[in-house]
């Protein structure tokens, strides 16, 4: 069974860390990044994208992400209460609360 490429852009350190637990022992192979400019220039061969929504630069990680998920990649948004009904996403305040399960099951439902 091929492993699944994860891209994760995310500029909070705590939830680099958090995703990387979460998927500690998994079947698959991360890639963490802490902006959208690396990100962009990483996406390619990537199966699952992990985005912060809140994430700001030339646009915010949601657009970005909702580009993609239009152009047919794997995407999930990574959300601290906001609600984005295009994009398949998990509530960062909802973590322990079945939120972590969320993302891993999306994630393993890709590969």
Known sequence: MPRTTVLQVDDDPDWIRIIKDAFQGASIDLIQVTSLDEAKNTVDG???????????????????AKELHEAGMKVIVLSA???????????????????????????????
Do not use: A, M
Request: hydrophobic share 25%.
């Open 46 to 64: 990537v199966d699952v994208i992990i985005c912060d929504g809140s994430i700001h630069e030339q646009y915010d990680g949601h657009n970005w």
């Open 81 to 111: 209460g906001q609600s984005y009904p295009e994009v398949p996403s998990v509530d960062k305040r909802g973590w322990t609360n079945g939120g972590k399960e969320k993302l891993v099951e999306f994630v393993q439902s890709q590969g």
